[in-house]
């Protein structure tokens, strides 16, 4: 059995992981979907959009795997919620990275065969790619939603259990808040993405934490005596 001291260092190098997998795909795809002619790009950097794709997979997993190292503890608290934070943070939000994956392989594919098709009908595949590149869109919002609902339910489990400072949990709760809000906004038209940004800095702040200070012992203590 994994001790909640090497639970909470996992969970930490796990936060940096996702973190630093979504920025380098960020990094990798963004210049070439962002592209006018992002076709071409796509074909003239297929590697690119690959490995784009496989930091995708990375950070999802990694963080999926978040939420089912914190059951055994969090279950202690409220197994409910602790259900809830695999279903949301972990099912759920692997499951919209794949699909974002998958999107993009499928652009990727339709890049091929224009070139192959050599004076193709170009309209009918800038529709085509348009429709890839706006699915791809909608899922991350709805990828933003399903997580922003799965920080809540953890940070939640986080203050009622005491395991890291109340500060720190507030702060994790409030940055959800934001971030929830921002998908919802950009559906109507708005775009702040500056509201992200509150939880993207929590995590990272809540990672060096837990792997430098791990868990606070006293609240583990204090239900290890009730259990037992």
């Avoid at 943070?89 to 974002?100: H, P």
């Avoid at 509201?195 to 990272?204: D, I, T």
């Amino acid at each position: 059995m994994i001790s909640n001291r090497k639970t909470a260092i996992i969970v930490g190098v796990l936060f940096i992981i996702g973190t630093v997998a979504g920025v380098l795909s960020a990094l990798f795809t963004g210049p070439i979907l962002d592209d006018p002619d992002y076709l071409t790009k796509v074909i003239s950097n297929q590697n690119q959009i690959i490995m784009g794709a496989l930091l995708v997979l990375i950070m999802g997993f990694a963080l999926a795997m978040v939420p089912v190292m914190m059951f055994p503890i969090f279950r202690k608290y409220n197994e409910a919620l602790a259900l809830g934070a695999i279903v949301f943070r972990g099912v759920l939000e692997a499951v919209t990275y794949i699909a974002i994956v998958i999107s993009w392989l499928l652009l990727l594919t339709l890049g091929r065969e224009y070139i192959k098709a050599g004076t193709p009908d170009v309209s009918y595949f800038q529709l085509l790619g348009t429709l890839l590149l706006k699915a791809g869109d909608w899922i991350a919002q709805i990828l933003a939603i399903v997580f922003s609902i799965g920080a809540l339910v953890i940070y939640y489990l986080f203050y009622q259990s005491k395991l890291i400072p109340r500060w720190l949990s507030i702060w994790g709760l409030i940055g959800a808040i934001l971030y929830l809000a921002a998908p919802l906004l950009a559906m109507f038209g708005f775009v702040l993405e500056i509201l992200m940004a509150p939880l993207a800095v929590q995590e990272m702040v809540l990672a060096v934490w837990l792997i430098v200070k791990g868990f606070n012992s006293s609240p583990i203590a204090s239900e290890s005596a009730k259990t037992g």
